[in-house]
């Protein structure tokens, strides 16, 4: 059973990661920055966010995007390393920004919390939004969950998409920027029968938050609950569990110069008061067999 080492440390609380070209892409929340780390775990910041950063991604020619998730835009880091609105997405999401994901072809796939969770609000459904390589916008998907982490089959055709408060995960057929069908992909029980997200924790064998895809069609899922990773088959059979050490876990990614090193981002609490004042976010990493395929 492999073990996770420490591959950096020191964070506020990262989420998103993403490999590309020798380098780990990640948003550090509540510091408001992006960085790039190295293998040797040399951090260089790429940005700065106010409004703090979450999901990533790459358009064709390598600029970076980035969501802005307090005033739900999504950035675009040019060349020259300033910071440009690729998309104002705030007349379409009803809640804060998260995770993104970019296709080949330069389309972004972005989900939202859906309501207030910082202010104790009640669960409510919400939106995926798709948004073009020009910056247009619309909304592709609804009554998705807490959309979440996603990724991408190697074909391009099924979108899988972490619902975050149903305890699954959830596929789209994928046809020229638009979504369609929606069978679960991996369920891991019934719904939580509750609006209360604290109450949903207790009710919910697993809270997908982060994932990624590897070489068997197999999906790895960042716990946010129960303080693991798991290796998914669709339907929903765990085949694989790895634990973070007492931490809870917030997102994964397969990279590394073979694709076969996972990281995870981990970190004690997602509040931002306790993790801005402590700084124990982490990232992660072990060896896995099966290495990295599709998106991100």
Not at 171 to 199: C, M
Not at 201 to 214: A, H, M, N, R, T
Not at 248 to 260: H, P, V
Request: with cysteine.
């Amino acid at each position: 059973m492999p073990e996770f080492r420490t591959f950096v440390s020191g964070l506020s609380f990262t989420e998103c990661p993403r490999w590309r070209e020798g380098r780990l892409y990640v948003s550090d929340f509540y510091a408001h920055r992006v960085l790039a780390l190295a293998q040797d775990g040399t951090a260089e910041t790429l940005a700065h966010v106010p409004e703090q950063p979450s999901g990533l991604g790459f358009l064709p020619d390598g600029q970076l995007l980035i969501v802005s998730m307090r005033d739900r835009k999504i950035l675009r880091r040019q060349v020259d390393g300033s910071l440009v609105t690729h998309a104002d997405l705030s007349d379409l999401a009803p809640g804060y920004l998260n995770d993104m994901l970019v296709d080949l072809d330069g389309r972004a796939w972005v989900g939202n919390f859906g309501f207030d969770l910082t202010a104790g609000a009640p669960i409510r459904t919400t939106v995926l939004i798709c948004v073009e390589p020009d910056g247009t916008a619309r909304v592709a998907a609804d009554g998705l969950g807490f959309p979440n982490g996603m990724a991408l089959t190697p074909d391009g055709r099924t979108l899988i998409v972490a619902e975050s408060t149903m305890n699954r995960l959830s596929a789209f057929s994928v046809s020229e920027g638009s979504l369609s069908d929606r069978p679960n992909w991996a369920a891991f029980g019934d719904p939580p029968a509750t609006t209360s997200f604290r109450e949903m924790l207790g009710q919910v064998d697993v809270v997908p938050d982060g994932i990624c895809l590897d070489a068997e069609g197999a999906v790895w899922v960042a716990d946010a609950a129960h303080g693991r990773l798991i290796r998914v088959a669709e339907s929903g059979r765990i085949m694989e569990e790895l634990k973070t050490n007492g931490l809870s876990a917030f997102a994964c990614m397969l990279g590394g110069d073979d694709g076969r090193t996972l990281f995870a981002c981990v970190a004690p609490a997602f509040s931002e008061a306790r993790a801005s004042a402590n700084n124990n976010g982490s990232i992660l990493m072990t060896k896995v067999e099966v290495p990295h395929a599709g998106l991100p």
